[in-house]
């Protein structure tokens, strides 16, 4: 079999985990590849809410394996919350979870230097969710990291302390006060105690070879979606670069966080807010500063999923779904918040930009984002409550054509339409 493939087409917070979650009846296995504790995976059903950040978001499905790949990093603090919160709620975490070796780990040190690099930066900050992610792939690339499948060996706690040396000094070295950063309530001492703690707990999870086992589970027909994290205009090659993360999170990070080839891509479905948000720093052409903006973020309740910031909004960017289309090999498109819409008269698309005078429908490096600005068509609103519909044929006639727009600009069809947070607020197209 063919490994499908389920990524987020804009800045991150599309609405993944609850796709992943209606999708997870049609397959055996679930993936995560890249990213880490950034990320915020809601999913919501019989009037109970999870926030995932490390586990797939298969989890909820009693039939379904799950596995973190060789690409993701892991903070075993932050993954054994997880688990003891699914626990406590009655959803099983055991055999159902798998985790590579080659996985690499946060810590509690990885978080300190995010907190360092970001306060250097001042004004220029990247507004990282500082989960220690940039610094924990800095170390993977340079050779440095630590990996879940060294907890066992005997020289995991030198590895640990010269690692964690290494990081103090590099924290002293930018006379950052680290002495009195809390790491979710606590301080380095504690934190790194709480770490450990986690660290025998996470022992008992399968750590497993996940590439050989990915590809014998295709060999026999096994079924797999890989769930993307964070969004392609976040990717580290082809985001708003420097204001990314620091993995790819493009559908080519599928083959390097999971170990399989190009040949066994199969669909690629692609996840787009119906309109736009971006939580941290960076470019955001179409972000809408005024009251329809406010309005997106209250309707929509935009917040974020785990840090709680306010997510900047605004509207569809077509020039740049375009392009994440194009890098990630688009089948199928999942159109996320249709409902958010319900009480606008008119709906704002950016359809191109004008950079310099010219009318352009891509984004070329010359660009700072700042000087891309766009140019809006206006669709009619459907002014109605369209979070119960679940049936393509009682769609108000603007939300259809909205859709059929899109796809005649992307050429790609929309499979889906979610209309609500809930599991069954779909509308399949
Ligand atoms: P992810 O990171 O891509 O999984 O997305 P998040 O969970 O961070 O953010 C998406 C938010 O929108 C969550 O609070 C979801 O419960 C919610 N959500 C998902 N789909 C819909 C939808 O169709 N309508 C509404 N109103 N909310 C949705
Ligand atoms: P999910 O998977 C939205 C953003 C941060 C910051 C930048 C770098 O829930 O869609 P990092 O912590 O990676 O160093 O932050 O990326 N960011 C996300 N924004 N959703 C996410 O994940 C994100 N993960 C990181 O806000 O701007
Ligand atoms: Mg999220």
């Known amino acids: 079999m063919k490994a499908d493939v389920l990524l987020g087409l804009q800045w991150g917070d599309e609405g993944k985990g ?37 586990i797939p978001s298969g989890i909820f499905n009693k039939n379904s394996l799950n596995i973190i790949g060789n690409g993701v990093i892991i903070d075993p603090f932050i993954i054994n919350k997880e688990i003891e919160n699914l626990v406590n709620n009655n959803i099983e975490v055991g055999d159902n979870l798998l985790v590579s070796k080659k996985a690499h780990l946060i810590l509690p040190t990885h978080r300190l230097l995010d907190a360092a690099y970001e306060s250097a930066k001042g004004k220029d900050k990247i507004g990282s969710t500082l989960k220690g992610i940039g610094p924990t792939y800095t170390d993977k690339t340079a050779r440095n990291g630590i990996r879940i499948g060294n907890i066992q060996r005997p020289d995991f706690l030198n590895k640990f302390r010269e690692l964690k040396e290494k990081h103090l000094q590099i924290i002293k070295s930018f006379g950052f006060d680290y002495e009195n950063l809390k790491l979710d309530g606590l301080g380095l001492k504690h934190y790194e105690e709480k770490w450990f703690d986690a660290i025998e707990k996470i022992s008992t999870l399968t750590a497993i070879d996940s590439e050989y086992f990915i590809n014998q589970s295709l060999n026999s027909n096994k079924t797999m979606l890989a769930e993307g994290a964070q969004g392609t205009m976040l990717d580290i090659d082809f985001g708003t670069y420097p204001f990314v993360t620091s993995s790819n999170t493009v559908t080519a990070g599928v083959c390097t966080g999971l170990g399989i080839s190009p040949h066994r891509i199969g669909e690629v479905f692609g996840i787009f ?82 950079f310099n005078g010219e009318l ?64 069954s607020e779909t509308i399949e197209m």
């Open 18 to 54: 609850k796709i992943v979650d209606v999708l997870t009846p049609n397959y055996d296995i679930i993936a995560r590849f890249q990213g880490g504790p950034n990320a915020g995976h809601t999913i919501e059903f019989d009037n109970k809410k999870f926030v995932l950040h490390t």
């Open 273 to 354: 807010k119906a309109y736009c948000t971006r939580v941290g720093s960076g470019p955001f052409p179409t972000e809408d500063e005024s009251g329809d903006g406010k309005k997106l973020r209250i309707d929509g309740n935009e917040f974020g999923s785990t840090t709680g910031r306010p997510r900047r909004c605004g509207w569809l960017d077509l020039a740049a779904l375009k392009y994440s289309i194009m890098l990630n090999g688009v089948t199928g498109l999942f159109m996320m918040k249709a409902d958010v819409l319900n009480d606008f008269e008119a709906i704002k698309v950016g359809i191109k930009y004008d």
């Open 360 to 423: 352009i429908d891509y984004i070329p490096f010359e660009a700072s984002y700042e000087n891309l600005n766009p140019v809006y068509i206006e669709k009619p609103g459907w002014k109605t409550n369209i979070n119960s519909i679940t049936d393509k044929t009682i769609m108000p006639t603007e939300l259809a054509e909205y859709v059929k727009f899109i796809e005649n600009e992307v050429n790609v069809p929309v499979k889906m339409v979610s209309v609500g947070p809930d599991r």
